[in-house]
Protein backbone atom coordinates (compact mmCIF):
# COMPACT_ATOMS: atom_id res chain seq x y z
CA UNK A 1 0.00 0.00 0.00
CA UNK A 2 1.27 3.43 -0.77
CA UNK A 3 2.53 5.65 2.34
CA UNK A 4 3.79 9.11 1.83
CA UNK A 5 6.28 10.80 4.57
CA UNK A 6 8.47 14.24 4.24
CA UNK A 7 9.84 16.58 6.84
CA UNK A 8 10.84 19.66 7.29
CA UNK A 9 13.14 21.33 9.61
CA UNK A 10 12.50 23.79 12.02
CA UNK A 11 15.66 25.11 11.34
CA UNK A 12 14.21 29.07 10.31
CA UNK A 13 11.50 30.40 8.60
CA UNK A 14 10.00 29.29 5.86
CA UNK A 15 10.55 30.18 2.03
CA UNK A 16 8.66 29.80 -1.23
CA UNK A 17 11.36 26.82 -2.23
CA UNK A 18 9.37 24.76 0.93
CA UNK A 19 5.73 26.22 0.17
CA UNK A 20 6.38 24.86 -3.20
CA UNK A 21 8.89 22.36 -3.53
CA UNK A 22 7.36 20.31 -0.19
CA UNK A 23 4.38 22.52 1.83
CA UNK A 24 1.68 22.54 -1.22
CA UNK A 25 2.82 19.21 -3.01
CA UNK A 26 1.91 17.77 0.89
CA UNK A 27 -1.68 19.24 0.44
CA UNK A 28 -2.05 17.88 -2.36
CA UNK A 29 -0.46 14.17 -1.51
CA UNK A 30 -3.13 14.25 1.02
CA UNK A 31 -6.14 15.20 -0.94
CA UNK A 32 -5.59 12.55 -3.61
CA UNK A 33 -6.40 10.11 -0.60
CA UNK A 34 -2.98 8.42 0.28
CA UNK A 35 -2.07 7.99 3.63
CA UNK A 36 0.33 10.96 4.28
CA UNK A 37 2.54 11.39 7.07
CA UNK A 38 4.44 14.76 7.91
CA UNK A 39 7.34 15.34 10.47
CA UNK A 40 8.97 18.66 11.78
CA UNK A 41 12.33 17.16 12.24
CA UNK A 42 13.35 18.61 15.10
CA UNK A 43 16.93 16.49 15.64
CA UNK A 44 17.65 17.03 12.19
CA UNK A 45 17.81 20.76 13.00
CA UNK A 46 20.61 20.71 16.15
CA UNK A 47 22.82 19.15 13.61
CA UNK A 48 23.80 22.71 13.66
CA UNK A 49 22.88 24.94 16.51
CA UNK A 50 19.82 26.07 17.18
CA UNK A 51 18.74 28.43 20.47
CA UNK A 52 16.41 26.27 22.41
CA UNK A 53 13.76 29.26 22.45
CA UNK A 54 14.00 30.14 19.06
CA UNK A 55 13.88 26.07 18.14
CA UNK A 56 10.61 25.78 20.19
CA UNK A 57 9.21 28.87 18.60
CA UNK A 58 10.44 27.75 15.19
CA UNK A 59 8.78 24.31 15.83
CA UNK A 60 5.60 25.28 16.28
CA UNK A 61 5.81 28.28 13.23
CA UNK A 62 6.66 25.26 10.93
CA UNK A 63 3.15 23.27 12.64
CA UNK A 64 1.34 26.10 11.53
CA UNK A 65 3.11 26.80 7.82
CA UNK A 66 2.26 23.23 7.43
CA UNK A 67 -1.57 23.31 8.68
CA UNK A 68 -2.06 26.98 6.96
CA UNK A 69 -1.05 25.35 3.54
CA UNK A 70 -3.27 22.91 3.81
CA UNK A 71 -2.17 19.97 5.86
CA UNK A 72 -5.43 18.84 7.89
CA UNK A 73 -4.13 17.21 11.63
CA UNK A 74 -6.71 15.30 11.07
CA UNK A 75 -6.22 13.43 7.65
CA UNK A 76 -2.77 13.35 7.78
CA UNK A 77 -0.45 12.16 11.16
CA UNK A 78 1.83 15.26 11.99
CA UNK A 79 3.83 15.42 14.44
CA UNK A 80 7.62 16.66 15.76
CA UNK A 81 10.18 13.92 15.23
CA UNK A 82 11.49 14.20 18.76
CA UNK A 83 8.40 12.80 20.37
CA UNK A 84 8.67 9.47 18.12
CA UNK A 85 11.82 8.48 20.35
CA UNK A 86 12.13 5.35 17.42
CA UNK A 87 13.31 7.99 14.79
CA UNK A 88 16.49 7.81 17.14
CA UNK A 89 16.71 4.06 17.42
CA UNK A 90 16.55 3.22 13.89
CA UNK A 91 19.02 5.71 13.05
CA UNK A 92 21.31 4.07 15.01
CA UNK A 93 20.56 0.62 13.08
CA UNK A 94 20.74 2.61 10.12
CA UNK A 95 24.35 3.88 11.37
CA UNK A 96 25.93 0.44 11.20
CA UNK A 97 24.10 -0.12 8.02
CA UNK A 98 25.18 2.53 5.97
CA UNK A 99 28.91 2.72 4.70
CA UNK A 100 31.67 5.28 5.37
CA UNK A 101 31.95 5.90 1.57
CA UNK A 102 28.40 6.45 0.89
CA UNK A 103 28.04 8.81 3.43
CA UNK A 104 31.29 10.75 2.14
CA UNK A 105 29.57 11.55 -1.20
CA UNK A 106 26.70 13.39 0.22
CA UNK A 107 26.81 16.79 -1.58
CA UNK A 108 24.45 18.49 1.23
CA UNK A 109 27.31 17.50 3.79
CA UNK A 110 30.24 18.84 1.51
CA UNK A 111 28.17 22.16 1.14
CA UNK A 112 27.58 22.90 4.12
CA UNK A 113 30.91 21.49 6.00
CA UNK A 114 32.89 23.46 3.04
CA UNK A 115 36.28 23.63 4.34
CA UNK A 116 35.59 23.59 8.03
CA UNK A 117 35.03 19.53 8.33
CA UNK A 118 36.93 18.70 11.33
CA UNK A 119 34.44 21.55 13.24
CA UNK A 120 30.90 20.19 12.21
CA UNK A 121 28.83 18.15 13.99
CA UNK A 122 29.16 14.46 14.22
CA UNK A 123 25.12 14.44 14.03
CA UNK A 124 25.72 17.08 10.50
CA UNK A 125 27.54 13.73 9.15
CA UNK A 126 25.53 10.89 9.40
CA UNK A 127 22.20 13.09 8.66
CA UNK A 128 21.43 11.30 5.93
CA UNK A 129 20.93 7.78 8.05
CA UNK A 130 18.44 9.72 10.12
CA UNK A 131 16.38 10.82 7.49
CA UNK A 132 16.26 7.32 5.89
CA UNK A 133 14.92 6.14 9.48
CA UNK A 134 12.56 8.76 8.92
CA UNK A 135 11.12 7.16 6.15
CA UNK A 136 11.98 3.84 6.67
CA UNK A 137 9.97 3.79 9.87
CA UNK A 138 7.02 4.05 8.16
CA UNK A 139 7.78 1.55 5.23
CA UNK A 140 7.11 4.78 3.30
CA UNK A 141 7.07 4.31 -0.79
CA UNK A 142 7.06 7.78 -1.88
CA UNK A 143 8.75 10.72 -0.39
CA UNK A 144 8.10 14.48 -1.91
CA UNK A 145 10.57 16.49 -1.93
CA UNK A 146 12.46 19.09 -3.67
CA UNK A 147 15.23 18.66 -5.80
CA UNK A 148 18.19 19.03 -3.69
CA UNK A 149 17.09 16.06 -1.27
CA UNK A 150 17.17 13.59 -4.05
CA UNK A 151 20.88 12.11 -2.75
CA UNK A 152 19.16 11.77 0.75
CA UNK A 153 16.39 9.77 -0.75
CA UNK A 154 18.71 7.76 -3.06
CA UNK A 155 20.74 6.97 0.12
CA UNK A 156 17.58 5.61 2.05
CA UNK A 157 17.02 2.77 -1.35
CA UNK A 158 20.99 2.32 -0.41
CA UNK A 159 20.20 1.77 2.98
CA UNK A 160 16.97 0.03 2.78
CA UNK A 161 18.20 -2.60 -0.03
CA UNK A 162 21.69 -3.47 2.00
CA UNK A 163 20.04 -4.10 5.17
CA UNK A 164 17.39 -6.32 3.37
CA UNK A 165 20.42 -8.07 1.69
CA UNK A 166 22.77 -8.35 4.27
CA UNK A 167 19.77 -9.82 6.86
CA UNK A 168 18.46 -11.59 3.42
CA UNK A 169 14.87 -10.18 4.58
CA UNK A 170 12.35 -8.18 2.07
CA UNK A 171 11.30 -5.64 5.11
CA UNK A 172 11.90 -2.25 3.72
CA UNK A 173 10.37 -1.26 0.59
CA UNK A 174 12.90 0.69 -2.16
CA UNK A 175 11.14 4.26 -1.68
CA UNK A 176 10.92 6.60 -4.73
CA UNK A 177 11.23 10.17 -4.25
CA UNK A 178 8.73 12.27 -5.82
CA UNK A 179 10.10 15.61 -7.44
CA UNK A 180 7.58 16.89 -10.08
CA UNK A 181 6.20 20.08 -11.02
CA UNK A 182 7.59 23.26 -12.04
CA UNK A 183 8.91 23.89 -8.85
CA UNK A 184 11.07 21.47 -7.42
CA UNK A 185 14.17 23.90 -7.23
CA UNK A 186 12.99 27.09 -6.72
CA UNK A 187 16.03 29.67 -7.20
CA UNK A 188 17.05 32.67 -5.49
CA UNK A 189 16.17 35.86 -6.63
CA UNK A 190 18.91 37.89 -6.87
CA UNK A 191 20.44 34.71 -8.50
CA UNK A 192 19.27 32.22 -10.91
CA UNK A 193 21.71 30.16 -10.34
CA UNK A 194 21.93 29.92 -6.43
CA UNK A 195 18.91 27.86 -4.69
CA UNK A 196 16.58 29.99 -2.50
CA UNK A 197 17.34 29.26 1.12
CA UNK A 198 16.28 30.37 4.69
CA UNK A 199 20.25 30.54 5.24
CA UNK A 200 21.14 32.98 2.52
CA UNK A 201 22.46 36.43 4.03
CA UNK A 202 20.39 38.28 1.61
CA UNK A 203 16.63 38.71 2.89
CA UNK A 204 15.94 40.03 -0.96
CA UNK A 205 17.09 36.90 -2.01
CA UNK A 206 13.76 34.88 -1.24
CA UNK A 207 10.44 35.32 -0.24
CA UNK A 208 9.48 34.35 3.38
CA UNK A 209 5.93 33.06 4.00
CA UNK A 210 5.59 35.68 6.53
CA UNK A 211 6.65 38.03 4.43
CA UNK A 212 3.54 41.23 3.88
CA UNK A 213 2.59 41.88 0.45
CA UNK A 214 4.36 44.97 0.25
CA UNK A 215 7.59 43.08 0.96
CA UNK A 216 6.46 40.28 -1.58
CA UNK A 217 5.54 42.92 -4.06
CA UNK A 218 8.79 44.41 -3.75
CA UNK A 219 10.82 41.60 -4.09
CA UNK A 220 9.59 40.42 -6.75
CA UNK A 221 9.79 44.11 -8.77
CA UNK A 222 13.41 44.16 -7.99
CA UNK A 223 13.90 40.01 -8.78
CA UNK A 224 17.02 40.00 -10.82
CA UNK A 225 16.19 39.59 -14.77
CA UNK A 226 17.31 39.99 -18.10
CA UNK A 227 16.39 42.81 -19.98
CA UNK A 228 14.84 40.26 -23.34
CA UNK A 229 10.86 39.79 -23.77
CA UNK A 230 9.60 35.97 -22.15
CA UNK A 231 9.97 33.48 -25.07
CA UNK A 232 6.53 31.31 -25.93
CA UNK A 233 7.68 28.47 -25.02
CA UNK A 234 9.62 26.63 -22.12
CA UNK A 235 12.47 26.49 -24.39
CA UNK A 236 13.31 29.83 -25.31
CA UNK A 237 13.95 29.61 -21.60
CA UNK A 238 16.99 27.36 -21.29
CA UNK A 239 19.79 30.28 -20.78
CA UNK A 240 17.65 32.41 -19.14
CA UNK A 241 17.93 31.16 -15.17
CA UNK A 242 16.34 33.89 -13.72
CA UNK A 243 13.72 34.36 -16.14
CA UNK A 244 13.32 30.33 -15.74
CA UNK A 245 12.49 30.94 -12.59
CA UNK A 246 9.95 33.83 -12.33
CA UNK A 247 8.41 31.47 -14.62
CA UNK A 248 8.53 28.54 -12.78
CA UNK A 249 7.30 30.40 -9.50
CA UNK A 250 3.95 31.58 -11.90
CA UNK A 251 3.62 28.18 -13.14
CA UNK A 252 3.91 26.67 -9.61
CA UNK A 253 1.43 29.13 -7.82
CA UNK A 254 -1.70 28.81 -10.78
CA UNK A 255 -0.73 25.12 -11.16
CA UNK A 256 -0.20 25.80 -15.01
CA UNK A 257 2.83 24.00 -16.83
CA UNK A 258 5.19 26.48 -17.78
CA UNK A 259 4.20 25.89 -21.46
CA UNK A 260 0.84 27.16 -20.57
CA UNK A 261 2.15 30.19 -18.47
CA UNK A 262 4.05 31.15 -21.77
CA UNK A 263 1.37 30.92 -23.76
CA UNK A 264 -0.35 33.69 -21.97
CA UNK A 265 2.60 35.66 -21.55
CA UNK A 266 4.77 35.35 -24.37
CA UNK A 267 6.03 38.45 -25.81
CA UNK A 268 5.53 40.71 -22.36
CA UNK A 269 8.38 42.28 -21.08
CA UNK A 270 9.32 42.05 -16.95
CA UNK A 271 7.83 44.86 -16.29
CA UNK A 272 4.50 43.65 -17.16
CA UNK A 273 4.92 40.24 -16.04
CA UNK A 274 6.14 41.14 -12.46
CA UNK A 275 3.49 42.60 -11.41
CA UNK A 276 1.16 39.83 -12.64
CA UNK A 277 3.21 37.57 -10.61
CA UNK A 278 3.32 40.07 -7.54
CA UNK A 279 -0.43 40.07 -7.68
CA UNK A 280 -0.38 35.99 -7.93
CA UNK A 281 1.98 35.28 -5.26
CA UNK A 282 0.18 37.70 -2.56
CA UNK A 283 -3.33 36.33 -3.62
CA UNK A 284 -2.10 32.49 -2.97
CA UNK A 285 0.23 33.54 -0.01
CA UNK A 286 -1.70 35.87 2.26
CA UNK A 287 -4.38 33.48 3.25
CA UNK A 288 -1.56 31.36 4.48
CA UNK A 289 0.56 33.80 6.22
CA UNK A 290 -2.54 35.20 7.79
CA UNK A 291 -3.80 31.96 9.03
CA UNK A 292 -0.10 31.18 10.28
CA UNK A 293 -0.20 34.37 12.47
CA UNK A 294 -3.69 33.09 13.94
CA UNK A 295 -2.17 29.67 14.66
CA UNK A 296 0.43 30.94 16.44
CA UNK A 297 -1.95 32.58 18.60
CA UNK A 298 -2.54 29.31 20.54
CA UNK A 299 0.70 27.68 20.67
CA UNK A 300 -0.65 25.64 23.42
CA UNK A 301 -3.41 24.24 20.80
CA UNK A 302 -0.53 23.86 18.55
CA UNK A 303 1.57 21.33 21.15
CA UNK A 304 -1.52 19.42 21.45
CA UNK A 305 -2.35 18.19 17.88
CA UNK A 306 1.77 17.60 17.69
CA UNK A 307 1.53 15.35 20.58
CA UNK A 308 -1.50 13.83 19.08
CA UNK A 309 0.44 13.14 16.05
CA UNK A 310 2.97 11.97 17.72
CA UNK A 311 0.84 9.08 19.34
CA UNK A 312 -0.93 7.64 15.94
CA UNK A 313 2.81 8.05 14.68
CA UNK A 314 3.85 5.59 17.22
CA UNK A 315 1.42 3.09 16.21
CA UNK A 316 2.83 2.51 13.01
CA UNK A 317 6.51 2.72 14.08
CA UNK A 318 6.68 1.10 17.23
CA UNK A 319 5.90 -2.48 15.34
CA UNK A 320 8.63 -1.90 12.85
CA UNK A 321 11.21 -0.84 14.92
CA UNK A 322 10.35 -4.36 17.05
CA UNK A 323 10.47 -6.28 14.14
CA UNK A 324 13.94 -4.21 12.99
CA UNK A 325 15.33 -5.47 16.22
CA UNK A 326 14.12 -9.19 15.78
CA UNK A 327 15.68 -9.14 12.53
CA UNK A 328 18.98 -7.98 14.02
CA UNK A 329 19.17 -10.24 16.41
CA UNK A 330 18.19 -8.12 19.45
CA UNK A 331 17.06 -9.99 22.37
CA UNK A 332 14.15 -9.23 23.66
CA UNK A 333 12.36 -9.54 26.70
CA UNK A 334 8.69 -10.07 26.79
P1 LIG B 1 14.55 21.22 4.38
O1 LIG B 1 14.01 21.48 5.73
O2 LIG B 1 15.83 21.87 3.98
O3 LIG B 1 13.47 21.59 3.29
C1 LIG B 1 12.14 21.11 3.38
C2 LIG B 1 11.60 20.79 1.99
O4 LIG B 1 11.61 21.96 1.17
C3 LIG B 1 12.29 21.68 -0.04
N1 LIG B 1 12.98 22.90 -0.50
C4 LIG B 1 12.87 23.40 -1.72
N2 LIG B 1 12.15 23.00 -2.79
C5 LIG B 1 12.24 23.74 -3.91
N3 LIG B 1 13.02 24.86 -4.01
C6 LIG B 1 13.75 25.30 -2.97
N4 LIG B 1 14.49 26.39 -3.07
C7 LIG B 1 13.70 24.56 -1.75
N5 LIG B 1 14.28 24.70 -0.53
C8 LIG B 1 13.82 23.68 0.23
C9 LIG B 1 13.26 20.57 0.30
O5 LIG B 1 13.67 19.86 -0.85
C10 LIG B 1 12.45 19.74 1.24
O6 LIG B 1 11.59 18.87 0.53
N6 LIG B 1 16.56 16.65 4.95
C11 LIG B 1 15.32 17.38 4.74
C12 LIG B 1 14.30 17.16 5.81
C13 LIG B 1 13.99 15.72 6.08
C14 LIG B 1 13.23 14.86 5.25
C15 LIG B 1 13.19 13.62 5.94
C16 LIG B 1 12.59 15.02 4.03
C17 LIG B 1 14.38 15.01 7.15
N7 LIG B 1 13.88 13.73 7.10
C18 LIG B 1 12.51 12.53 5.40
C19 LIG B 1 11.92 13.91 3.50
C20 LIG B 1 11.87 12.68 4.18
C21 LIG B 1 15.64 18.88 4.70
O7 LIG B 1 16.62 19.33 5.22
O8 LIG B 1 14.66 19.65 4.13
Redesign the pocket.
Known sequence: TPRV?????P?GGL?L??Y???LKRFAQAQDSGIETIY?M?DL?AITVWQDPDALRRQTRELAAGFIASGVDPERSILFNQSQVPEHAQLAWIFNCVARLGWMNRMTQFKDKAGKNAEKVSLGLYAYPA??AA??LLYHATQ?P?????KQ?VELTRDIAAKFNHDYGVDFFPITEPVIEGA?????SLRDGTK???KSDPSDASRINMTDDADTIAKKIRKAKTDAEALPSEAKGLEERADARNLVNIYAALSDMTVDQVLADVGGKQFSEFKPMLADLAVAKLSPISTEMSRLMRDPAEIDRLLGAGAKRARTIATPILEKTYDIVGMVRSA
Open positions: FSGIQSTGNLGACVHLMDIVVGEDQHATRVMKMS
